[in-house]
Every structure is written in C-alpha cells, then in structure tokens.
C-alpha cells in the first residue's frame, strides 16, 4: 500500500507563486506515475500534470508555461512549481498515484490541499 501526502497549499495574491509538494511512503517502489489533480468548486476533476518514473512529464494546456512537476526519488516526494497564479487557478489539489497493478490509471490519492489565488 501507498500512502500520500500533500503540502504547501495556501492563499496567494494573483501572479504569485506556490510550490506544492506530495510525499509518498509504503510501498514507493511499486510506484509508476504520479500526478497532479485539481477540482474547483462546481467543477470535474482535471489532470494539471503528471511526471512518469524515468521523467517524462506532461501537463494540461492551462498548466503550460507557468507550472513544473517535478520528482525527488531520494525523497519520495514529488513537486508542483506553479507561477504566474491566477484566480481560475484556485482549487483543491490533489497528488494520485499509479501505484499497483494493472498499471495505466491513478488507484492512489492524497486527501488534498488547498490553493486559493485572490487579492
């Protein structure tokens, strides 16, 4: 079993920057890809970005440009570099894992954080 967890949520003024981080214990090893979700209120669940285990990355075009996903094996802990914020990014994030077999979806999920971007 994996466990999640997510930091680094918080208030931040538009054009800010957050980096959130999710750290994974248990099981790390069976871990593939891990990825970054968010829902806004009223709103489905969307992929923000996601990092596979030899580092490719892929992000959603509203993600593009402003945020990084990154990964710290050492660490167990992978990150989400956002910048340029803006208030349509205000949601809960979430960290998921594609931790167990059958590979190919998210099975793993954090309990999420909060980002609020307003003045």
């Known amino acids: 079993q994996v466990q999640l967890v997510e930091s680094g949520g918080g208030l931040v003024q538009p054009g800010g920057s957050l980096r959130l981080s999710c750290t994974a214990s248990g099981s790390i090893f069976s871990i593939k890809t891990m990825g970054w979700y968010r829902q806004a209120p009223g709103w489905q669940y969307d992929l923000v970005a996601s990092?596979?285990?030899?580092?490719?990355?892929t992000y959603a075009d509203s993600a593009k440009g402003r945020f990084t996903i990154s990964r710290d094996n050492a660490k167990n802990t992978v990150y989400l570099q956002m910048n340029s914020l803006k208030p349509e990014d205000t949601a809960v994030y979430s960290c998921?894992?594609?931790?167990?077999?059958?590979?190919?979806?998210?099975?793993?999920w954090g309990q999420g954080t909060q980002v609020t971007v307003s003045l």
């Open positions: 990092i596979d285990s030899r580092g490719g990355t």
């Open positions: 998921a894992a594609d931790a167990r077999p059958p590979y190919g979806h998210y099975d793993t």
